[in-house]
């Protein structure tokens, strides 16, 4: 559940940022292969902005997908999952997006 | 209006009109709201001190009774790493051991992968020539510092307690409490986990992952995030092969189509085989720094170990 403590430091990176200021809503960007799943961010987010200025905030999540681009015959695609292999069976593969771990901005009212 | 630190202001006096509104937030002596609203709609920043330690809104006109709310709201952009504090104290960590010349490994696994028994034996037959220490990650218990400690090597345990990895700023007070010798090896066993640590640098020299032969030959596929960021991969438990369907030509094609850069190695830890070649891999990574897979630059040569 590494959810919890990338959840805790959103937390604390954000109210760095905004002080005592009502957050009302928070926007990341979490790719496909980065290994976190938005559901269980959502819901730590849930339990540690309870009781600070995030409370409520809206948490809005965009999951770009994985992309990669082979360098055997150099096609860019999207990579379904964290395997990195190109359609032409070629595993020489640089994954180019999708690992995003980002807070992007946040709103306060 | 004073409440110094009250929970309501008291309404009557305040506002001179007939619409009186609630002020959950308190208001120190002196507090003035003196800033002025455009109306069209843009946004500002309020910079003036709230002492209370909480956020209320403002609103220039008041027409009823009831709460307000600015309708602008202020977007910040911020674009940082969600890892971002994580990172910059691994960064630190990572300068205080090149500082001292000491090669760090965080070593993880799944439980019982046999991580603590690796340790102990590299201890007990390159004790000699590696001045080693051990950080210990475990949820609970100093039974594997406890192990390090009966080889005669130094060790701290860190409790996690809920916790299913290890942070660089635990790793931070580990090494606080550890002092490890300028020009040591250490090793840091991280809790048992192929998922949660794979995340997270803690500022170490290199990455070793190791799995067991009883664990199946399919872990790299199914816990990729953890092989992407190994440095070395060690099968363990070799002595086991006859007996389980582990191939281990399998394991390591999968583990290279995840990671090319990824260094391999089937050992027993128990029974000895392959252990030259981890001693070997050691020894390279100890006289200069690993041919570190990842991104993490490093800063300390070869040369500057003097």
Same mark, same amino acid.
């Given at each position: 559940?590494?959810?919890?403590?990338?959840?805790?430091?959103?937390?604390?990176?954000? &109210?760095?940022?905004?002080?005592?200021?009502?957050?009302?809503?928070?926007?990341?960007?979490?790719?496909?292969?980065?290994?976190? &799943?938005?559901?269980?961010?959502?819901?730590?987010?849930?339990?540690?902005?309870?009781?600070?200025? &995030?409370?409520?905030?809206? &948490?809005?999540?965009?999951?770009?997908?994985?992309?990669?681009?082979?360098?055997?015959?150099?096609?860019?695609?999207?990579?379904?999952?964290?395997?990195?292999?190109?359609?032409?069976?070629?595993?020489?593969?640089?994954?180019?997006?999708?690992?995003?771990?980002?807070?992007?901005?946040?709103?306060?009212? | 209006?004073?409440?110094?630190?009250?929970?309501?202001?008291?309404?009557?006096?305040?506002?001179?009109?007939?619409? #009186?509104?609630?002020?959950?937030?308190?208001?120190?002596?002196?507090?003035?709201?003196?800033?002025?609203?455009?109306?069209?709609?843009?946004?500002?920043?309020?910079?003036?001190?709230?002492?209370?330690?909480?956020?209320?809104?403002?609103?220039?006109?008041?027409?009823?009774?009831?709460?307000?709310?600015?309708?602008?709201? %202020?977007?910040?952009?911020?674009?940082?790493?969600? =890892?971002?504090?994580?990172?910059?104290?691994?960064?630190?960590?990572?300068?205080?051991?090149?500082?001292?010349?000491?090669?760090?490994?965080?070593?993880?696994?799944?439980?019982?992968?046999?991580? %603590?028994?690796?340790?102990?034996?590299?201890?007990?037959?390159?004790?000699?020539?590696?001045?080693?220490?051990?950080?210990?990650?475990?949820?609970?218990?100093?039974?594997?510092?406890? #192990?390090?400690?009966?080889?005669?090597?130094?060790?701290?345990?860190?409790?996690?307690?809920?916790? +299913?990895?290890?942070?660089?700023?635990?790793?931070? #007070?580990?090494?606080?409490?550890?002092?490890?010798?300028?020009?040591?090896?250490?090793?840091?066993?991280?809790?048992?986990?192929?998922?949660?640590?794979?995340?997270?640098?803690?500022?170490?020299?290199?990455?070793?992952?190791?799995?067991?032969?009883?664990?199946?030959?399919?872990?790299?596929?199914?816990?990729?995030?953890?092989?992407?960021?190994?440095?070395?991969?060690?099968?363990?438990?070799?002595? =086991?092969?006859?007996?389980?369907?582990?191939?281990?030509?399998? +394991?390591?094609?999968?583990?290279?189509?995840?990671?090319?850069?990824?260094?391999? =190695?089937?050992?027993?830890?128990?029974?000895?085989?392959?252990?030259?070649?981890?001693?070997?891999?050691?020894?390279?990574?100890?006289?200069?720094?690993?041919?570190?897979?990842?991104?993490?630059?490093?800063?300390?040569?070869?040369?500057?170990?003097?």
């Amino acid at each position: 559940m590494h959810e919890l403590s990338i959840t805790q430091s959103l937390v604390d990176a954000v &109210l760095d940022c905004t002080g005592d200021r009502t957050v009302t809503g928070v926007n990341l960007r979490i790719g496909r292969l980065s290994g976190v &799943l938005p559901d269980a961010l959502r819901f730590c987010f849930q339990l540690l902005a309870e009781g600070t200025p &995030l409370a409520g905030a809206d &948490l809005r999540i965009d999951e770009p997908a994985g992309r990669a681009t082979c360098h055997t015959c150099r096609q860019s695609f999207i990579l379904p999952d964290t395997i990195p292999l190109c359609t032409c069976g070629s595993a020489d593969v640089e994954i180019t997006g999708g690992r995003e771990l980002m807070l992007a901005s946040v709103e306060v009212g | 209006m004073s409440s110094v630190d009250g929970s309501v202001a008291v309404p009557e006096p305040v506002h001179g009109d007939q619409h #009186r509104h609630l002020h959950d937030g308190e208001h120190h002596d002196g507090h003035q709201h003196e800033h002025e609203h455009d109306d069209d709609g843009r946004q500002h920043p309020h910079d003036h001190d709230h002492g209370g330690g909480q956020a209320h809104s403002h609103d220039g006109a008041h027409d009823g009774g009831q709460e307000h709310s600015h309708t602008p709201v %202020t977007t910040i952009t911020l674009e940082q790493s969600l =890892l971002a504090r994580n990172d910059l104290s691994a960064a630190r960590n990572r300068g205080w051991l090149a500082g001292r010349a000491i090669q760090a490994f965080n070593v993880m696994s799944s439980p019982g992968a046999g991580k %603590t028994t690796l340790l102990v034996r590299t201890i007990e037959e390159l004790g000699e020539r590696l001045s080693i220490a051990v950080i210990e990650g475990d949820q609970e218990t100093s039974l594997d510092a406890d #192990r390090i400690r009966r080889a005669g090597r130094p060790a701290v345990q860190i409790n996690t307690g809920a916790g +299913c990895h290890l942070d660089a700023d635990m790793l931070r #007070r580990g090494l606080d409490a550890l002092n490890p010798d300028p020009g040591s090896t250490l090793f840091i066993e991280n809790v048992g986990n192929l998922v949660c640590p794979a995340l997270f640098d803690l500022g170490e020299t290199a990455k070793v992952v190791i799995i067991s032969v009883t664990e199946g030959d399919d872990k790299p596929q199914k816990y990729p995030h953890m092989f992407m960021a190994a440095d070395l991969v060690i099968i363990n438990k070799s002595d =086991l092969l006859p007996y389980v369907e582990f191939d281990v030509d399998e +394991c390591f094609r999968q583990a290279r189509q995840l990671n090319p850069h990824v260094e391999m =190695l089937a050992i027993s830890a128990t029974g000895g085989a392959g252990l030259d070649s981890w001693y070997d891999w050691l020894i390279k990574n100890t006289q200069t720094p690993a041919s570190h897979a990842g991104a993490q630059p490093h800063p300390m040569t070869s040369a500057s170990q003097v």
